[in-house]
Every structure is written in structure tokens, then in C-alpha cells.
Antibody, heavy 124, light 114 residues
Framework: EVQLVESGGGLVQPGRSLRLSCAASGFTFGDYSMNWFRQAPGKGLEWVSFIRSEAYGGTTEYAASVKGRFTMSRDDSNSIAYLQMTSLKTEDTAVYYC???????????????WGKGTTVTVSS | DIVMTQSPDSLAVSLGERATINCKSSQSVLSSSNSKNYLAWYQQKSGQPPKLLIYWASTRESGVPDRFSGSGSGTDFTLTISSLQAEDVAVYYCQQYYSTPPFTFGPGTKVDIK
């Protein structure tokens, strides 16, 4: 079964850091580009970051709201994607979802597999 | 950035009746090189992650019931549920993946039973 499982969420004070993990199973992780999305309480979906497969350079893209603060990476040998979040703000409070990207030409992909999400709460 | 809008914000439909959701993009998401519309639809039930229903504007994802269909081209798209079932109560989002980053979503349409 194709599956993504996020972990690492929690309560953190503004200005602090947190690292999210996304463990993949049931498919060849290294063949796919991956994303993080987030959803603030009662709000819609917001794209956070994208990482290409190593075949396409493993490079990353970020939303303007997190650029310079968040870093996405991947460990293909262990089928894990990470999101390192620093200088956290109260507006980063959300459920964070890891997704698999499919049908990609460059970064133009749709998301065919979503994890259940991990909750990040930024509050003093 | 491409801005996505949806209408209506919410709708209530009787069981077995048709539900129609509209999505509009601020610029065309139709590629002239491959004639594909870079538009996806997702379903999100309460307390669950989104689920892919439709991609390339009209291609149903494997396992999605055939009562769900997508149509449209360019800037105007529609998701139709031909015969609403109780398990279809959810928020539905459209998303463009033509001009990325960023990936952008519509604000969502909530579907309930009348």
C-alpha cells in the first residue's frame, strides 16, 4: 500500500525551530518529487515547498511566506522527506501534509498521495 | 501567481441529485504544447487529508466513482457529482499546476445534504 506518514509536529514557541518528517512506503520514493502543504485551522490549502527527484537535480522551491525560513530535504535511501522550519511565527500554525507529486513536467504536477498530516502549533 | 476562484461557496443537494461546482482561473491553464489543462480536483472530508479526484481537468483518478466528472478548458472548469451520495459530503478544491510555483488552490466549496 502506498503510504505517507508525517511526524514531528507539536507545540513550539515563536522564533523556535521544528523538523517535520515524512516517511514513505509502498513505492520507489526516489522516483518522485515531493511536496509539503499546510492548512491553518478552518482555512484552505496552502503549498509550502517542493523537492524534485534526484533525477531532476533534487532542487527545491518554496512559497514566498516561508522562503528563507524553511528548508526541505530528502533521504532517498530511507524514503524520508524532511521540512526544517526555523524562526517560526504564529501564522505557521497549521496541519502540515506531505504529498507525492505525479504527472510532473518540471514542477507542474498534481498530488496523488497525501499523508494524514501532522499538527504544528506556534504559540507562546 | 494564478488566482483560483470557486462558486458557490457551499451548496446543499438532495441525495441522488446532481451537484455542480465551478472553478475559474485568473489566466488560462491550457498548455498549447500538449493541449492539456493543468487543473486538478480534490475532495476533503472532515478531519481527513485531501484526496485526488480528477487531474488534467477531466481524468478520473483510479478508484474514484464514475459519478464524479470534470470538464472545462482554459479558465473555466466544472466538477459534477451526478448523483450525490451521503459519503460525498466534503469540501471540494480545485488546484492549478500550470504556472508553478506556487501551486494554487481555490477557496473550496462545501457540499452538504439537503
Amino acid at each position: 500500500e502506498v503510504q505517507l506518514v508525517e511526524s514531528g509536529g507539536g507545540l513550539v514557541q515563536p522564533g523556535r525551530s521544528l523538523r517535520l518528517s515524512c516517511a514513505a512506503s509502498g513505492f520507489t520514493f526516489g522516483d518522485y518529487s515531493m511536496n509539503w502543504f499546510r492548512q491553518a485551522p478552518g482555512k484552505g490549502l496552502e503549498w509550502v515547498s517542493f523537492i524534485r527527484s534526484e533525477a531532476y537535480g533534487g532542487t527545491t522551491e518554496y512559497a514566498a511566506s516561508v522562503k528563507g525560513r524553511f528548508t526541505m530535504s530528502r533521504d532517498d535511501s530511507n524514503s524520508i522527506a524532511y521540512l526544517q522550519m526555523t524562526s517560526l511565527k504564529t501564522e505557521d500554525t497549521a496541519v502540515y501534509y506531505c504529498t507525492r507529486a505525479r504527472g510532473c513536467s518540471s514542477i507542474s504536477c498534481y498530488m496523488d498521495v497525501w499523508g494524514k498530516g501532522t499538527t504544528v502549533t506556534v504559540s507562546s | 501567481d494564478i488566482v483560483m476562484t470557486q462558486s458557490p461557496d457551499s451548496l446543499a443537494v438532495s441525495l441522488g441529485e446532481r451537484a455542480t461546482i465551478n472553478c475559474k482561473s485568473s489566466q488560462s491553464v491550457l498548455s498549447s504544447s500538449n493541449s492539456k489543462n493543468y487543473l486538478a480536483w480534490y475532495q476533503q472530508k472532515s478531519g481527513q487529508p485531501p484526496k485526488l479526484l480528477i487531474y488534467w481537468a477531466s481524468t478520473r483518478e483510479s478508484g474514484v466513482p464514475d459519478r464524479f466528472s470534470g470538464s472545462g478548458s482554459g479558465t473555466d472548469f466544472t466538477l459534477t457529482i451526478s448523483s450525490l451520495q451521503a459519503e460525498d459530503v466534503a469540501v471540494y478544491y480545485c488546484q492549478q499546476y500550470y504556472s508553478t510555483p506556487p501551486f494554487t488552490f481555490g477557496p473550496g466549496t462545501k457540499v452538504d445534504i439537503k
